[in-house]
Structures are given as C-alpha cells and as structure tokens.
C-alpha cells in the first residue's frame, strides 16, 4: 500500500550542493529521502520535487511529493516526524494527502521566483549568502519599463545557461515586478512563468541590471531575445539571492497575468 504525499518545504540553500540527490554530497533530496527511509526502517522513498534548485539558491515554497509505503500517517504528524528529522535549514510548511495522478514537477502550472539584489556600498557580510550584490548605479524606472519585453510567450535560448537538457526554450513570463525595498537597500525581482529554464532567472536579473546601470538600451531585451543566442547575455546574477518563492498548481491568479494587460503591483 502506498500513500502519495504532497509536501511544501523552506530552505536555506547555502550549505546545500543544490536540491537534486548527488553522489557524497549534501543535497536537499538526499537529506529528506535519508530522513524517510529511517522511517521506513531502511525502504529507499523516492523524492520528487517541483524542479531542480542550484547549489546556493534558497527556496520558500519548493513543493515535493512522494509515496510512502505501509500504514497511511496523518498529515499533521507527517510534518512533525520530517521535521523532528531535518537539520535546521529545512523545514516544512505544508502537508496534504494527494491521489496518484498528482506529480510535483509535471502537474505544475507556473512557478514564482524572487531576486534579492543588495546596493549596499560593500558587502553584507550578514546578507552575502542571501542576495546579490550590486553597489553601482541603478535606474529603477528604465528596469521595470525593460522588463514588460519580457512578458509574454518567447524563445528564450538567450536567456538559457550551457549545460540544460531541455530542447525546447519556449516559455511564457506572467508577470515581472521590480521595486526596491527602502528598508534594506535591496532591489526585489520577481518572476512568474510558466516555468524556466537553466539559469535564466539569473541571466535576466542580470541583462536588467546592465540596463539600469545604462549599459544597455532600456529595450535592448527584445533584441536579445531575438538573437537567441546566450552570447548576447554573459553575466550570470550569483545564486546566493535566488529564491524559489512558489508553486503554482492552479490556474494563475488573474492578478499576475501582466501578459494580458494586467498591471498590479505585488503588495
């Protein structure tokens, strides 16, 4: 007998060599899946999760699922049990009993990730793990207007770091919102889309700094989406201030749809 669990998760990614179970490394699935099968008394439960996350990018609503064999355990004490079981960069948020047609990754809708850009003069050394950094001058306006050449259905190949898997670069952004957080001194990014490919958040975070700092025209993204050509974008935004912030399983809520017209701000 087996029960699919869906299970929505935080994490700290900086001592992690990413999400995605590897050989002598301390990953996020290894961890869960060493975890569950202490539960099991030594049954290997597979883990799947909503997508791969690289080594030092964090997460605030990664989404897993899994089928845990034997006696079905009450949600609630399924989160008490991983929980007791996680190291403190880990812990659950979320758990729901789901049927077997649900997978974590292939019955996604969209997904929503956050930028965290600090402009502090010198590095943080309390944020260095936890955002960018960019300390020169930046145009919040030329930002935003460069963004919404991002929105909609596009080929984004230039936007696509070497060493993904995935043929096909076709993808469709929702919604692009760009502010600044006065508080911190942080520029906020997010992004939701109907998914994304290797590095491309990071890559487009980038192209959007180099227009605020006006080393590019503010519309300079719609030739490089054109030229679909990973050349046209080299810099990289370092991982340290990514975040996986949600996943979406429904339709995307109307009030994101920034491809249909829709302009509100995040609150």
Known sequence: MLTRYKMTMSYDGHLFHGFQLQPDQRTVQGTIEDALKKMTKGKRVIVQGSGRTDAGVHAVGQVIHFDYPGKTIPVHRMIL???????????FTDCQIVDENFHARYSIKGKWYRYRVSLDHFVNPFKR????????????????????????????????ASGGQIEDKVRTIYYVNIR????????IFDFIGSGFLYNMVRIMVAALLEIGNDRRPVHDLKRVILAKDRQEVRQTAQASGLYLYHVFYDEIPQKYRQDQGLMIQLQ
């Open 180 to 187: 600044k957080n006065e508080e911190e001194n942080e520029i």
């Open 129 to 160: 793990f936890y955002t960018g950094h960019f300390q020169y001058h930046l145009d919040i306006k030329k930002m935003q207007e460069a963004a919404k050449d991002l929105l909609g259905t596009h080929d984004f190949t230039s936007f696509a």
């Open 81 to 91: 049990a991983l929980n007791s079981m996680m190291p403190t960069d880990i812990v």
